[in-house]
T-cell receptor
Framework: KNEVEQSPQNLTAQEGEFITINCSYS?????LHWLQQHPGGGIVSLFM???GKKKHGRLIATINIQEKHSSLHITASHPRDSAVYIC?????????????FGTGTRLQVTL | DGGITQSPKYLFRKEGQNVTLSCEQN?????MYWYRQDPGQGLRLIYY???????QKGDIAEGYSVSREKKESFPLTVTSAQKNPTAFYLC???????????FGSGTRLTVV
């Protein structure tokens, strides 16, 4: 069993829909990251969470440390949101850290 | 603007040849990381470095080597000992364990 599980693996939505992507993990963490990967491969960091909730524009990320679960929500989805969304959990190793990644959720938003 | 530069974006090599992937950052970050991505799998850690002249193996270091002679640079060499080198390689950096990561745009290596 992977240490980080994401669901769903694939998601198709129509423009304007509310989208939720889930992430569950089984290890102790210092933080959880939500990342966005576009078709070219580059990755952009969306959120880093250690508790509670964060909001940036139409994106909202929440985390429940006790339940080891996080969700990424996209409100009023748009075709430009189409990408792979990756959950990664962070564990500290000295002054550096290690990220363990989920396999990603491929989102396609259509007109 | 600060960021991470990976080059080249696409790289083709013949089987049995060593190849070096470049990663440069101008963010003044102490820690740098190399990850490998294969279809249908999450990114996996190859090597990481916390300070200059020091680096540690990650989960899949076999067949790879790195150096960290300068704070800004963390090149990855894919050696002929790596059995399945064809993959997408991502470099990342962070200030310390408590800060966010910055990722490069990746290098897609194809070995034929």
């Amino acid at each position: 069993k992977n240490e980080v599980e994401q669901s769903p693996q694939n998601l198709t939505a129509q423009e304007g829909e509310f989208i939720t992507i889930n992430c569950s993990y089984s290890v102790g963490i210092s933080a959880l990251h939500w990342l966005q990967q576009h078709p070219g491969g580059g990755i952009v960091s969306l959120f880093m969470l250690s508790s509670g909730k964060k909001k940036h524009g139409r994106l909202i990320a929440t985390i429940n440390i006790q339940e080891k679960h996080s969700s990424l929500h996209i409100t009023a989805s748009h075709p430009r949101d189409s990408a792979v969304y990756i959950c990664a959990v962070r564990q500290n190793i000295g002054t550096a850290s290690k990220l363990t990644f989920g396999t990603g959720t491929r989102l396609q938003v259509t007109l | 603007d600060g960021g991470i530069t990976q080059s080249p974006k696409y790289l083709f090599r013949k089987e049995g040849q060593n190849v070096t992937l470049s990663c440069e950052q101008n963010l003044n970050h102490d820690a740098m990381y190399w990850y490998r991505q294969d279809p249908g799998q999450g990114l996996r850690l190859i090597y990481y470095s916390q300070i200059v002249n020091d680096f540690q193996k990650g989960d899949i270091a076999e067949g790879y080597s790195v150096s960290r002679e300068k704070k800004e640079s963390f090149p990855l060499t894919v050696t002929s000992a790596q059995k399945n080198p064809t993959a997408f390689y991502l470099c990342a950096s962070s200030r310390t364990a408590y800060y966010g990561y910055t990722f490069g745009s990746g290098t897609r290596l194809t070995v034929v």
